[in-house]
């Protein structure tokens, strides 16, 4: 074994970014050993993972399938660990080097902080943790400490690579306009959730996939970047870029623009995560910008995709509205999938939760659980009520 390798643990392996994370460590394994792995139910990934890179070290956080017998397959069974508390524990110890928190929804919020405490290096997929957590954690880090995975944020993140932030006029934050581009609120009541789930460009998880589908990703990801990059969310415009190749831009005050294009490909960004501050081999085929064509851009309809306006409401009253905004609309996407609601019933759910909270500011952990807890409650009713 290498010293020279970085030692990654991976919290969510066998979902979207997971996997393309393992496929990143894959093709570099000569700078990249896998060490800890965690999942929540998927257990034949999680064995398959962990016999692939040798790693005993690993979670299951749904601790209901503790008795599974398939997880003697694993390569030591009895360093499988059950529960949330067990994979965050994984990753405290002194034999991992970067975290990548590739958990989906409020669940990567306490792995994030405690890891963000620890002094560990996090490539952050959960874009959920400074949603709702932003006020919290983002004290807590220090420089090269937080690497951003999300393809936008990290075209923004290099766009800012030598510049001076404070001279930032504006960060354009840009999305392929999901499946449902150019469509009125009208034509999105007839939506179902095969068309939701057929996104043009990017290879994504079921729940993410509705997210850009309704547009709430753009808004989540606005209130991220607001956190991240310390600026003032009235300054972060979404711009639809429909061949999702220019990843994000910022302006500057002197009217130059940096411009961060390249394939539709998460490997990109997670690579650069890893190897931050080096640059590796692509890890995804090229653009060949000579056949690319052309290069379309547009204001979203923030009338049709109402859940746009609904995340920047959030966004500009901070505290606690955006721990409710991200549990509401976990709670309406996942009803939506079960076809319990309709697409357009997702912002009326996030909308009446919305209403219903009482604004606080943000103090710890245990108060966004409690909120959190509260605003599933309250969706939920709202769900059932649209079902009557």
């Known amino acids: 074994m290498s010293e020279c390798r970085r030692r990654v643990a991976v919290l969510g392996c066998t979902g979207s970014i997971g996997v393309q994370t393992l496929d990143v460590c894959r093709q570099?394994?000569?700078?990249?050993?896998?060490?800890?792995?965690?999942?929540?139910?998927?257990?034949?990934?999680l064995v398959s993972a962990a016999r692939e890179f040798n790693v005993s070290a690993v979670a299951l956080t749904d601790s209901s399938l503790s008795a599974d017998p398939r997880l003697s397959e694993l390569p030591d069974p009895h360093r499988c660990g059950f529960g949330m508390r067990a994979a965050i524990d994984m990753c405290l110890s002194d034999?991992?080097?970067?975290?990548?928190?590739?958990?989906?929804g409020a669940a990567g919020l306490h792995a994030t902080y405690e890891l963000m405490?620890?002094?560990?290096?996090?490539?952050?997929?959960?874009?959920e943790s400074l949603v709702v957590g932003g006020d919290l954690i983002?004290?807590?880090?220090?420089?090269?400490?937080?690497?951003?995975?999300?393809?936008?944020?990290s075209a923004i993140f290099q766009c800012y690579l030598g510049e001076d932030m404070r001279s930032t006029h504006k960060i354009w934050l840009t999305c392929s306009g999901g499946p449902f581009y150019g469509c009125s609120r009208e034509e999105l009541e007839r939506v179902t959730v095969a068309d939701a789930l057929a996104h043009p460009t990017w290879n994504m998880g079921s729940k993410i996939t509705i997210d850009s589908a309704t547009l709430i990703n753009k808004g989540l990801e606005r209130i991220e970047a607001m956190h991240l990059f310390d600026i003032d969310l009235d300054r972060i415009e979404v711009l639809i870029q429909r061949q999702s190749k220019i990843h994000s831009m910022v302006e500057f005050a002197d009217g130059s623009v940096m411009a961060h294009l390249g394939a539709s490909d998460m490997r990109i960004p997670i690579q650069l995560a890893l190897s931050?501050?080096?640059r590796w081999e692509s890890p995804a085929p090229r653009v060949d910008f000579r056949t690319l064509g052309s290069l379309d851009f547009d204001a979203p309809d923030a009338d049709a995709f109402r859940c746009l306006a609904l995340a920047e409401r959030a966004g500009m009253t901070g505290g606690t509205l955006p721990c409710v905004l991200n549990a509401a609309n976990e709670v309406?996407?996942?009803?939506?999938?079960?076809?319990?609601?309709?697409?357009?019933?997702i912002p009326r759910i996030v909308e009446g939760?919305?209403?219903?909270?009482?604004?606080?500011?943000?103090?710890?952990l245990e108060q966004l659980d409690e909120v959190d807890a509260w605003a599933r409650i309250t969706s939920e009713r709202f769900v059932t009520s649209l079902s009557r």
Do not use: W
């Open 28 to 45: 570099h394994s000569d700078r990249l050993e896998v060490v800890a792995l965690s999942a929540h139910r998927s257990i034949a990934g």
């Open 95 to 104: 034999e991992v080097d970067v975290v990548v928190v590739a958990i989906v």
């Open 117 to 127: 405490a620890a002094g560990k290096t996090i490539a952050l997929a959960n874009k």
């Open 138 to 153: 983002m004290p807590l880090a220090r420089p090269g400490q937080l690497l951003p995975v999300d393809s936008e944020h």
């Open 276 to 278: 931050y501050p080096d």
């Open 332 to 345: 309406a996407v996942d009803a939506f999938l079960h076809e319990r609601c309709s697409f357009t019933d």
């Open 353 to 364: 939760c919305l209403d219903a909270h009482d604004v606080q500011p943000v103090s710890s």
